[in-house]
């Protein structure tokens, strides 16, 4: 539906934002693109709309090339993180706007804007200017500025990140609602990871310009393609710890264990990963046990973070609300199928039976 390919933007002054990114977008799919801030998001969101020129590469919508059409001919809508809203126009003159300047009469363009003034629940403030309207109320007319024009393709340019953190959740929900109900392709720009495992069908993540993974939310979270991706989406990330293998035999700390799905690796020096809520206090005979000393507990409410050290390198763990006192030598337990094994340059080392297709993106 979307295709982006081998696509590459500089700037003028010789920054490369954008280095040969390619992906392909379903029909209806809900594409988020997440990384930290100044990784190229908004730079691929702004090609694809047509607000940046691109160096190379090509862009498709619906089996038609438009990177060299203009913007408005583009048949995108994109919302972005300030609304961009006209101040000295009402809320029904921003919504009709668009529409008018495409040359669509007048009842047309009122039954639209009631139909969406309904649906986002802003019929009630139609006549009021954008100064006159909460943060919340601003991103749903910008939004219905969007969803009037009833375009082949939403952007999103990080459209909640001006709002406060309930708001933020609330409108996070509506946003997922809507696109559901209309269906429209859409690409959501996010440095926020769990706005990214909420509402994505499919997770792309971006590392200095570069595709690092493309795969849905479990997937870049269970098999993350780099220990990039794993320290992005989880939060508190992942423990990164050195270890060994041979013939299938990981050793870290003093401890072995047999992973026999991963026997066909190499001898080598590898970066053994654990999410700190995967590294659990009972104790078992299967999967890898190690010992924490304790240094610092952050309680959560429902749970907590502890900190400590194991083999003197920092590591949390996310447990169960429970007293440690200071020093507490702790046995933590992480099951075979939670252990990650990253190389020492930080790409997934695949198991036997692992599905390679959600990494294939990963350079
Ligand atoms: P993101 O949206 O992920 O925060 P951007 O796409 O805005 O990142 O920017 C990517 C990189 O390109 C950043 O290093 C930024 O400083 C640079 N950049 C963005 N716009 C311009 C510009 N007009 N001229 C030069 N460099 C730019
Ligand atoms: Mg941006």
């Known amino acids: ?23 392909d977008i379903k029909q209806g799919e809900f594409i988020v693109l997440v990384g930290p801030s100044g990784c ?41 993180q300030n609304y961009a809203l006209y101040p000295h126009m009402t809320v029904y003159e921003n919504l009709a706007y668009g529409l008018k300047n495409r040359g669509i009469d007048k009842k047309t363009i009122a039954l639209k804007i009631e139909k969406v003034a ?3 629940k802003i019929a009630d ?46 409108m996070r929900l509506e946003i997922k609602k809507l696109q559901r109900e209309l269906a429209v392709t859409s690409v959501y720009v996010t440095h926020d990871q769990v706005e990214a495992m ?6 792309i993540v971006l590392n200095q310009g570069v595709i690092e993974q493309v ?23 992942m423990n990164f710890h050195q270890a060994e293998i041979i013939d299938g035999v990981v050793t870290f700390e003093d401890q072995s264990i047999f992973l026999s799905e991963y026997a066909h690796l190499p001898a080598q020096t590898i970066q053994l990963g654990i999410r700190p809520e995967h ?40 447990t169960p609300e429970q007293h440690f006192s200071s020093k507490e030598i702790l046995t933590l337990n992480v099951a075979k199928q939670h252990l990650h094994l990253f190389s020492k340059d930080g790409k997934r080392l ?11 993106k990963a350079s």
């Open 118 to 120: 309904a649906t986002l």
């Open 40 to 80: 190229g998001k908004s730079s691929i969101l702004r090609s694809i709309a047509g607000l940046e020129s691109i160096t190379s590469g090509e862009i498709h919508l619906n089996n038609r090339r438009i990177d060299n059409e203009k913007p408005a001919s583009r048949d995108i809508a994109m919302v972005f």
């Open 279 to 318: 590294a659990l206090l009972e104790p078992s005979n299967t999967g890898l046990n190690f010992s924490l000393t304790v240094q610092a507990v952050e309680p959560l409410g429902p749970n907590q973070l502890v900190h400590g050290l194991v083999n003197d390198k920092i590591f949390t763990a996310l």
């Open 350 to 360: 695949l198991s036997a039976n692992e599905n390679t297709g959600t990494l294939a």
């Open 215 to 237: 795969g849905t939310p479990a997937e870049v979270y269970h098999q993350p393609a780099s220990t990039f991706v794993a320290s992005f989406i989880g939060s508190p990330a």
């Open 1 to 23: 539906m979307l295709a982006l390919k081998n696509l590459v933007k500089t700037y003028d002054n010789g920054h490369q934002a954008v280095k040969n990114v390619s992906v």
């Open 198 to 203: 909420t509402l994505a069908d499919r997770i």
């Open 125 to 170: 403030y139609l006549d009021r200017k954008p100064a006159k309207l909460s943060g919340g109320q601003r991103q749903r007319v910008a939004m219905g500025r969007a969803i009037v024009r009833d375009p082949q393709l939403f952007l999103f340019d990080e459209p909640l990140s001006n709002l406060d953190a309930s708001l933020r959740a609330h």
